[in-house]
């Protein structure tokens, strides 16, 4: 059991242990119910520090591969069998509080300020350019690279669309995948995303929730072959999907040969110290659709988003609704790129996420 560990790899140590077991976990390599090596054999036969390994296992906790048993070591507690079996036992959803402190969401205004100012001097006369259908090169190649460093998502930027928000961008899936098409969400769920699915004359059939996701029973039962969802933090139940719940998922698009609509609304901003793997990059079939935006990350009034097709739908999305121009600014997705580009991004979702960490140790 000698894991290879690259130590010239621009990837964290501890990242690389994660992906390594994850998929051995996945794979059925350690079954549910085994117990993962110790953290001290697996950092010697690794070769990599205790606290390496044991950031590698808190990972695969937060994101509900194992969970750690006192006294006892960790345990794997993602099954397959979990998406596959029929029988659902009745649970309550636990109400998830996550207190914040005044103003700990918000983008610092001067960070803010100094990069917009730094836009009109170093682009001149470029902001008044028109954008690209698809969006600024700069903005898309920028979300390219981080989507890549904070979740393993290799997508290139002809698959990023940029658009004024999400509601924008639920219209223009409903116009590239049909409106004839049943489209399944969750319920309860985000209010808009139903309104403007019905808005756009899709029919919509709510999923109720379970404590981990929608109901294995309620995925069977559906005709949609759409499902629309939000893995993490997903409002206003504040329940995230487990791992195994987040491959059912991917399960059912295959065998509906349909598409999951992933909307990562707030799943940058977990507590954990690595950002949520999204269902985007556990897909193997290019049939999930991920949305997010900065309405959340930055401001309520940055009213820019940004979809990631699968490949095979960017020539089908040229061809028939490539006419379409883009609804962001220009001015706006070049402030935004420098924002990604130069750290500043990722800096203040690495400040509120301590700061989340910090309040919900103290609650």
């Known amino acids: 059991m000698k894991y290879f560990i690259d130590k010239n790899s621009s990837q964290s140590a501890y990242i690389q242990l994660y992906h390594i077991l994850r998929n051995d976990i996945v794979s059925g390599a350690f079954p549910f119910g085994s117990k993962l090596p110790s953290k001290r054999m697996m950092a010697e036969e690794s070769d990599i520090s205790v606290i390496t390994v044991e950031h590698a296992y808190s990972i695969l906790c937060d994101e509900g591969y194992a969970e750690a048993r006192q006294r006892s070591g960790y345990f794997v507690i993602y099954k397959e069998s979990d998406f596959i079996s029929s029988a659902e036992t009745a649970a309550t959803v636990s109400e998830i509080s996550d207190i914040a402190v ?58 990023i669309i940029i658009g004024a928000g999400a509601e924008y961008l639920y219209s ?12 399944a969400l969750e319920n309860p769920s985000y209010s808009q995303i139903k309104s403007v699915y019905r808005a756009n004359g899709v029919k919509c059939d709510m999923l109720e929730m379970g404590p981990d996701g929608i109901r294995t029973s309620e995925l069977k039962r559906t005709g949609a072959t759409v499902l629309h969802v939000t893995p993490f933090n997903s409002y206003p139940s504040g329940i995230t999907a487990r791992a195994s719940k987040r491959y059912e998922y991917l399960q059912w698009a295959k065998d509906k040969n349909g598409y999951i609509i992933e909307d990562n609304f707030d799943s940058e901003l977990t507590v954990s110290t690595k950002s949520e793997d999204t269902v985007f990059s556990l897909s193997d079939s290019g049939n999930v659709i991920y949305i997010n935006t900065f309405s959340h990350t930055i401001a309520p009034s940055m009213r820019a988003g940004y979809m990631v097709l699968p490949q095979e739908l960017v020539e089908k999305f040229h061809r028939q609704l490539g006419f379409y121009s883009c609804t962001v600014p220009v001015f706006e997705q070049y402030v935004l790129a420098e924002l990604i580009n130069n750290g500043d991004f990722e800096r203040n979702i690495n400040r509120i996420r301590r700061l989340r960490r910090k309040n919900r140790q103290n609650i």
């Open 102 to 159: 005044s103003g700990e969401n918000g983008f610092p205004f001067s960070v803010l300020a100094k990069t917009m100012r730094r836009v009109l001097n170093d682009y001149g006369d470029s902001i008044m350019v028109k954008s690209h259908n698809f969006g600024c090169l700069q903005l898309r190649s920028a979300i390219s690279a981080y989507l890549a460093r904070s979740n393993g998502m290799k997508v290139k930027p002809e698959q």
């Open 172 to 183: 223009l899936i409903v116009q590239l995948l049909g409106k004839n098409r049943i489209f």
